[in-house]
């Protein structure tokens, strides 16, 4: 079964250091995003992408970093970690649906990430 | 500008009564989706029910149905039959393309909590 799976599921870094999140997918979805969730602000959007070398930006985009080398993988590099960017991370998969076919996006389980 | 509002934070409904989930959204295009998500307490994002733009009928999965009033930008989950396992974050997010990528964007959540 075609699925969506990240990796670290929890990790502890610190303030300052490079991070680095992996997101890989085998649904050969073109489409993929990268959240992040806290408490009251729903999911908010980091960056999405549409196919390989095809990157952009979301509403919360500073300091953080993606490229799109493979259809399969979207890894999410923290440049230089800061405390505020403790959250839950979320990866998700989709494909342009067909007028008239649905086409919801999958989900990674989450990263959870401590910055201390 | 948020592009998704649910402006109730938490909601608290006896178990087998109907509840309404209220969420609008902004958006100039003319082709997009409609999602909503349910996060349960363990964290993962299950997909419930999607509505395309183009769709003229409202649509229904199981105890799940969306109303959707496109002139006044709403698309509200309706959940009849409220059951326990219910009990949990709802989220409404919309697609729109962007320069070619698709984007999703989510709504702050709403808590849900189903009494017995």
């Known amino acids: 079964d075609a699925e969506i799976t990240q990796s670290p599921r929890h990790k502890i870094t610190e303030t300052g250091r490079q991070v680095t999140l992996a997101c890989h997918q085998t649904?050969?979805?073109?489409?993929m995003f990268w959240y992040r969730q806290d408490l009251g602000h729903g999911l908010r959007l980091i960056h999405y992408s549409y196919g390989v070398q095809d990157t952009n930006k979301g509403e919360v985009s500073d300091g953080y970093s993606v490229s799109r080398s493979n259809t399969e993988d979207l890894p999410l590099t923290l440049e230089s970690a800061a405390s505020s960017q403790t959250s839950v991370y979320f990866c998700?998969?989709?494909?342009?649906?067909?007028?008239?076919?649905?086409?919801?996006?999958?989900f990674g389980q989450g990263t959870r990430l401590t910055v201390v | 500008a948020q592009k998704i509002t649910q402006t109730q934070p938490g909601m608290f409904v006896q178990e087998k009564e109907a509840v309404t989930l209220d969420c609008t959204y902004d958006t100039s295009d003319q082709s997009y989706g409609l999602f909503w998500y349910k996060q349960p307490s363990s964290g993962e994002m299950i997909f419930l029910i999607y509505?395309?733009?183009?769709?003229?009928q409202n649509a229904t999965e199981g105890r799940y149905s969306l109303n959707f009033q496109k002139a006044r930008k709403s698309a509200n989950l309706v959940i009849s039959a409220s059951q326990l396992g219910d009990s949990a974050m709802y989220f409404c997010a919309m697609r729109e393309v962007v320069q070619g990528a698709q984007k999703l964007v989510f709504g702050q959540g709403t808590r849900l909590t189903i009494n017995p």
């Open positions: 998700a998969s989709s494909e342009f649906p067909d007028r008239g076919l649905r086409t919801e996006a999958f």
């Open positions: 649904w050969n979805h073109n489409n």
């Open positions: 509505q395309g733009s183009y769709d003229e």
